[in-house]
């Protein structure tokens, strides 16, 4: 079953309006998750770094103000886009690390499924 | 830095055919590879991850891949292609630390043909 859970899996919203979506860690904790997008066709661009308890640490081109991050908690983090464009329809995808406990050697990182975002 | 280059972005085998998809990467520290595979309008599933112990890697489906570090590759194959198996497929490069994220190849795109 699934480790990390996104939702929605589908949005469509009004430019100039604000949407949510949720990451979260199933049956464990996640200090840190990633927040990825995707544009069609091409690779998943990593957006920013999602802390617990701190800020995230976006990657260069990234606009703070208009992709916020908030880790509340050590099973949830959020994406909101602020005064949604339409180009910033895109797919968004959330990951968390799982440590591998019986092996502790080393770790897998699992996907959410995926937010699709369109701003009309 | 870390970096993923798949070669080909494309590629196209018939129905029973042997799979191989091409990954190389870059790595200053001893790297974990990963392969997942992302279905049409779907986000994304491993396939299988390397992580320093066997460098045959066996995955979901079928997969495998063989890590080798002479040639800093890690390509996927499976000896018989299906029809499902006709979808995105990325690799990526991680450090074993705590909070680095994946880097992801651009990705290939594989067609099966019956």
């Known amino acids: 079953g699934a480790v990390v859970s996104q939702h929605p899996s589908w949005v469509i919203c009004k430019s100039g309006t604000s949407v949510k979506i949720e990451c979260r860690s199933l049956d464990f904790q996640a200090t840190t998750m990633f927040w990825y997008r995707q544009f069609p066709k091409k690779s998943l661009m990593l957006m920013a770094t999602?802390?617990?308890?701190?800020?995230?640490?976006?990657e260069q081109g990234v606009e703070k103000d208009k992709f916020l991050i908030n880790h509340a908690s050590l099973t949830l983090s959020t994406l909101t886009v602020t005064s949604a464009h339409p180009e910033d329809s895109s797919f968004y995808i959330c990951s968390a690390r799982v440590p591998d406990i019986q092996t502790l050697n080393g770790n897998t990182i699992y996907f959410g499924e995926g937010s699709w975002l369109t701003v009309v | 830095a870390q970096s993923v280059t798949q070669l080909g972005s494309h590629v196209s085998v018939s129905e029973g055919a042997l799979v191989l998809l091409r990954c190389n990467y870059s790595s200053s520290v001893p790297p974990y590879l990963f392969w997942y595979v992302q279905y049409p309008n779907q986000g994304l599933q491993l396939l299988l991850k390397?992580?320093?112990?066997?460098?045959l890697v066996k995955g979901i489906n079928g997969f495998e891949a063989e890590f080798k570090k002479s040639e800093t590759s890690f390509h996927l194959t499976k000896p018989s292609a299906h029809m499902s198996d006709a979808a995105e497929y990325f690799c990526a490069v991680s450090e074993w630390s705590g909070n680095t994220p994946l880097v992801f190849g651009k990705g290939t795109r594989l067609s099966v043909i019956a």
């Open positions: 999602s802390n617990e308890g701190s800020k995230a640490t976006y």
């Open positions: 390397y992580t320093s112990a066997a460098t």
